[in-house]
Nanobody, 120 residues
């Protein structure tokens, strides 16, 4: 079994910064792609940023230049540094990871979510 645990959410004023963390634990052979998604009330879950095991990143247009995704493969952790936050960034942020518990298999896992609220 694999668990993803997020931390770092909270309340911040517009223009401020937050850093989200995600840690994967359990039966892990390899963590493949990882990413952050968010879901605002009444809206569908959307991609924020992804990062491959090799470090290739991809960002939603709405966060480019403001958010930075990174990971530590040795520790199976991922960060999302969020700067210049806007009220429209308010959402529950979810960590996602494709994890291989053993060679030849991979499964998709989600964290429980962490609330980010940006006040105007």
């Amino acid at each position: 079994q694999v668990q993803l645990v997020e931390s770092g959410g909270g309340l911040v004023q517009a223009g401020g910064s937050l850093r989200l963390s995600c840690a994967a634990s359990g039966k892990i052979f390899r963590v493949n792609a990882m990413g952050w998604y968010r879901q605002a009330p009444g809206q569908q879950r959307e991609l924020v940023a992804t990062i491959t095991s090799g470090g290739t990143t991809n960002y939603a247009d709405s966060v480019k230049g403001r958010f930075t995704i990174s990971r530590d493969n040795a520790k199976n952790t991922m960060l999302l540094q969020m700067n210049s936050l806007k009220p429209e960034d308010t959402a529950v942020y979810y960590c996602n990871a494709e994890v291989s518990p053993q060679y030849g298999f991979s499964f998709d896992y989600w964290g429980q979510g962490t609330q980010v609220t940006v006040s105007s």
